[in-house]
């Protein structure tokens, strides 16, 4: 599974295309609603500055994903609708190819922690086949390491409630065989894998910047996408 047997040739991104409406970026407001105490004015907060950007960058974004898959893409919009005391600590837009939701199939995130944002793919507990998956990337290893850039910001995380992740140049192969072992055989397991910018990045503020990198992003782990969704 080399780069060029997993993905597909690089076809011309929406930037290419006229009539997309320009993003206007993330700034220290954003972040910083993630410190706001109480249920209702975080979300108060979120839904008036944040929901926005992420309905626009889901709505500008789900054609890019359609175009690179091949699949029909959806945007959903984290509502967390189900919340009634602790107010939320991060957000996002998730792209999946089933219009009513996405948590049962492999799927693209953008999304936010007050520390920093993130573009990924992701497998988690709630999604179909993914013991499947994991065997058949557990074959192509070696291909996966290869096809994930170097010292680029990209990371690995088994748990999508927590922040934190393990930097892929800092993952060894057998850490990495233990990630998708658990995905195999761990029923609750899960597995994301795309780039952290921290809050501070400069790139987080030019917004039609930010557009390119997830359009970039995208490409890289679309070949992820395609072994999961098979």
């Avoid at 975080?42 to 699949?71: D, F, V, Y």
């Avoid at 948590?103 to 179909?128: N, R, S």
């Avoid at 748990?159 to 892929?168: I, K, L, N, S, T």
């Avoid at 679309?222 to 072994?227: A, N, S, T």
Wanted: with cysteine; charged share 25%.
């Amino acid at each position: 599974m080399t780069k060029t047997a997993l993905a597909e040739d690089k076809v011309p991104t929406l930037e290419e295309q006229p009539n997309h409406c320009s993003f206007p970026g993330f700034n220290s407001s954003d972040f910083d609603v993630f410190a706001i105490p109480g249920l209702e004015a975080r979300m108060e907060a979120l839904i008036a500055g944040i929901r926005p950007k992420l309905e626009q960058l889901g709505n500008r974004l789900s054609p890019e994903l359609t175009i690179l898959s091949g699949t029909e893409f959806y945007p959903h919009v984290a509502k967390h609708a189900r919340r009634t005391v602790n107010p939320p600590k991060d957000t996002w837009v998730a792209f999946s190819p089933n219009k009513r939701g996405y948590k049962a199939h492999p799927h693209f995130q953008i999304g936010m922690w007050g520390t920093h944002a993130f573009i990924q793919f992701a497998v988690i507990y709630e999604a179909d086949g993914k013991a499947e998956f994991a065997a058949r990337a557990l074959d192509k290893l070696d291909e996966i390491r290869s096809l994930v850039p170097q010292g680029a910001s990209y990371m690995w995380s088994g748990d999508h409630m927590q922040p934190g992740a393990v930097p892929h140049d800092e993952m060894s192969r057998d850490e990495l065989v233990t990630l998708f072992e658990r995905l195999r055989t761990v029923k609750a397991a899960e597995l994301l894998c795309g780039i952290h910018l921290d809050r501070n990045d400069p790139l987080l503020q030019d917004g039609e910047a930010f557009v390119a990198k997830v359009e970039s992003v995208f490409q890289t782990l679309m070949p992820l996408y395609q072994l999961a969704a098979r």
